[in-house]
């Protein structure tokens, strides 16, 4: 059984800095992913808000966070999923067979973005269907686009989108927003058209792009076609915490790891940093939330407090 100072649970932006950290601080650090390193960061067209960054490619900045973890001496395991930890002892046991111990975890699970599961989704995933308008709003300059979603998230997306896109729509399966009043004032006040009572049945396109949407009346069931370039989907996250709630970790209502300003949880040894904790999804955050768990767990093992 190999040994460990730190472990993330894994690979994106908060596991990788996590990587960064710990190994610089000295400790045996190694980062669990059970898919592709990087998460939402490597599938992103072009990231343009990441400090003193030029606009550069998710895979490409992706490939920067892992080469400077390694550089380090962080340990990589990517297509693997821990099934099983053991909280008390820190052991993690993994699909591949592969047993670790470490002295410290730090969950940096993340989140995803719940679907609408309907045709067009996924083919014109990155190429017109995207899920954040901070992140792909530059690409839909002076075009239409519909942000799907009426809760404070969609609000936020469809006002960003304001200053960009040409004309902005929202489609929402309600007769109002839930969002903030003052939110709702900001879109009122900015122009941007509601598509009431409706629900994407279809999202359209060429083979290569979006160009527009079936919509479906919820209360009529009458269908219409939208021509749009663009569709911002925001109707939520649903967080990766299912290990987390089997190892016993306290989660708030929606699911999110409940932590303290130390990036603590309710379990000695585990933290948990970025998108797994609720909060802005955003690559600045995650790495600033790893940064503080990465140091506090340092701290952890070299005085032996806890709380």
Not at 136 to 156: E, H, L, P, Q, W
Request: aromatic share 8%; proline share 3%; net charge neutral.
């Amino acid at each position: 059984m190999k040994e460990y100072d730190i472990i993330a649970i894994g690979g994106g932006p908060a596991g990788l800095t996590v990587g960064i950290y710990g190994s610089r601080f000295g400790l045996k650090t190694l980062i669990i992913e059970k898919q592709v390193v990087g998460g939402a960061m490597a599938i992103s067209p072009l990231i343009e808000n990441y400090p003193g960054m030029e606009p550069i490619s998710g895979v490409d900045l992706t490939e920067r966070f892992k080469k400077q973890a390694q550089t380090f001496g962080a340990e990589i395991k990517d297509i693997t999923n821990v099934i099983k930890i053991d909280p008390k002892e820190k052991i993690i046991e993994t699909n591949t067979g592969e047993t670790f111990k470490t002295k410290t975890i730090i969950f940096t699970t993340g989140s995803r973005h719940k679907k609408l599961g309907v045709p067009g989704e996924e083919e014109y995933s990155g190429r017109g269907v995207s899920w954040c308008a901070t992140c792909d709003g530059a690409f839909f300059r002076n075009r239409k686009v519909v942000v799907v979603g009426g809760g404070n998230s969609a609000a936020i997306e469809a006002l960003h989108l304001a200053k960009i896109a040409g004309e902005i729509h929202i489609v929402h399966r309600r007769d109002k927003l839930r969002a903030e009043q003052a939110l709702i004032n900001q879109i009122n006040e900015s122009g941007i058209k509601y598509h009431w009572h409706s629900n994407i049945k279809e999202i359209l396109g060429d083979g290569k792009k979006v160009t527009g949407l079936k919509l479906i009346d919820v209360k009529s069931d009458e269908v219409r076609e939208v021509p749009v370039n663009g569709v911002f989907v925001s109707i939520g996250y649903k967080p990766n915490s299912e290990l987390a709630a089997a190892v016993g970790l306290e989660l708030d209502k929606n699911g999110y790891i409940r932590v303290d300003k130390n990036m603590r949880t309710n379990i000695e040894g585990i933290y948990a940093a970025g998108d797994i904790t609720g909060g802005q999804k955003q690559l600045t955050v995650s790495v600033g939330q790893a940064t503080t768990a990465t140091m506090n767990a340092f701290l952890y093992m070299h005085d032996g407090s806890w709380y």
